[in-house]
């Protein structure tokens, strides 16, 4: 148990949700995400797995200058490597208990394109995190804007 199985629910600050869906996504950062030693990510794999990681790269020295510099002046791009470190296993309850909580506790983000309560509702039914994935692509990271639009106009001539 190297490393995780793609795509990854990133859970990050304990309230705000991400989808990674490769690691060619964690091969590029900026040097001050390289600054950064705890990420607060808990990252969910499809095997019941829990991981953080943290991003180091070859070319990047962490020193007073480039970190003064990467806060000020210029905050250049790297290529990164991920090292990860399992953290744990879960049940997919857990898993959707804290997309639900980044759901309640969104500022706008997970809700430009639907509602909270149809978003919670969709989650809430999920069996397998391959159905919780499915959701956050439809509702948030891959949305279909008139798939999404032809489904509120039906709710709204259904409620009339």
């Given at each position: 148990m190297e490393k995780p199985e793609f795509p990854l629910v990133d859970i990050y600050d304990s309230h705000h949700v991400d989808l990674i869906p490769e690691e060619e996504n964690l091969k590029k950062a900026p040097a001050t995400?390289?600054?950064i030693k705890d990420n607060h990510s808990l990252l969910y794999d499809k095997d019941g797995n829990i991981w953080r990681y943290f991003?180091?790269?070859e070319f990047f020295e962490d020193t007073l200058v480039n970190r003064v510099v990467a806060h000020t002046l210029y905050n250049p791009d790297f290529e990164v490597e991920p090292v990860w470190e399992h953290a744990g296993e879960y049940h997919i309850e857990?898993?959707?208990d804290e997309v639900l909580r980044c759901i309640d506790y969104d500022e706008g983000i997970?809700?430009?394109?639907e509602e909270a309560d149809?978003?919670?509702k969709e989650i809430s039914i999920c069996f397998s995190f391959e159905d919780v994935v499915a959701v956050l692509n439809k509702y948030v990271f891959?949305?279909?804007e008139e798939l999404i639009l032809a489904e509120q106009k039906r709710r709204e001539e259904n409620d009339y």
């Open positions: 995400e390289l600054l991003l180091k790269s857990d898993l959707k997970i809700t430009q394109y149809i978003i919670q891959d949305v279909d």
